[in-house]
């Protein structure tokens, strides 16, 4: 499983000792618009005013998902974690029922919903597979396909998953997959079938880049905060 850390940093910037005077609702474009921005290639989708700083929800191409604060002079970058001082972090909510309709499939009958994200021929993925069955009375699980571009089986497996015909077989076809069987080597999609399977894991895939999957297994609560999968079996398996 890959973790992507960013690492805290504090980042100066060659700026004029005067202060920038920015019109208002023309923040965005001046914290894009921030030399050290502009070269390390990050994109701004948005940002607030915290009082002294403006934190901003940033992408980049190696770090989809990253949060910089900017002082109001628009001299300093920090890339890393902010909190309040009461402790809570300072983040991004993330709407996540606005993928639902992108599910590949969903189950679980739980009043608390989760977006997984996941690749079939990942061996953390089949263990999460092959030991959350205890949690489908205690969750709502909305399942995505991630596949890594070093498992050459990955996307032929999601097909195969994407084929059956109902909620429930593609479940069973997951869970077949994590349990060892191969029956995703038989099936044969039609040109139209295999097309429209490839727009799906290409969609599936966008999504997970936008909210900032960098590893398989990724969960996600319904506001789009990471979720350590290990800590959600815990209750129900033991883990430790």
Not at 11 to 32: C, D, M, N, R, Y
Not at 149 to 176: G, P, T, V, W
Not at 179 to 188: A, V
Not at 196 to 213: A, D, Y
């Amino acid at each position: 499983m890959k973790r992507h850390l960013v690492a805290m940093l504090s980042i100066s910037l060659l700026t004029s000792s005067a202060l920038f005077a920015v019109e208002k609702g023309k923040e965005k474009e001046a914290i894009q618009n921030i030399e050290f921005i502009k070269k390390t290639g990050f994109s701004i989708k948005d940002f607030k005013d915290i009082g002294d700083i403006y934190a901003v929800n940033a992408s980049h191409p190696r770090v989809p998902k990253a949060t910089l604060f900017v002082t109001k002079d628009f001299k300093n970058v920090v890339i890393g974690q902010g909190f309040t001082s009461t402790g809570a972090e300072i983040d991004f909510p993330i709407a996540m029922e606005q993928y639902k309709k992108e599910a590949a499939y969903t189950i679980g009958n739980g009043k608390n919903e989760y977006y997984l994200f996941t690749d079939p021929e990942c061996p953390y993925c089949k263990k999460f597979e092959q030991m959350s069955n205890n949690l489908h009375d205690d969750i709502k699980l909305h399942v995505f396909f991630f596949p890594l571009d070093f498992h050459q089986n990955a996307k032929a497996m999601s097909k195969y998953i994407l084929a059956q015909k109902s909620n429930e077989l593609r479940a069973k076809a997951m869970k077949d997959i994590a349990d060892g069987k191969e029956n995703y080597k038989t099936i044969k999609l039609s040109d139209a079938d295999d097309k429209k399977f490839n727009e799906v894991i290409s969609r599936h895939l966008k999504i997970g880049q936008e909210i900032g999957v960098n590893g398989t297994p990724a969960v996600f609560d319904a506001k789009g905060k990471p979720i350590q999968w290990p800590n959600l079996l815990k209750n129900k398996q033991g883990l430790q």
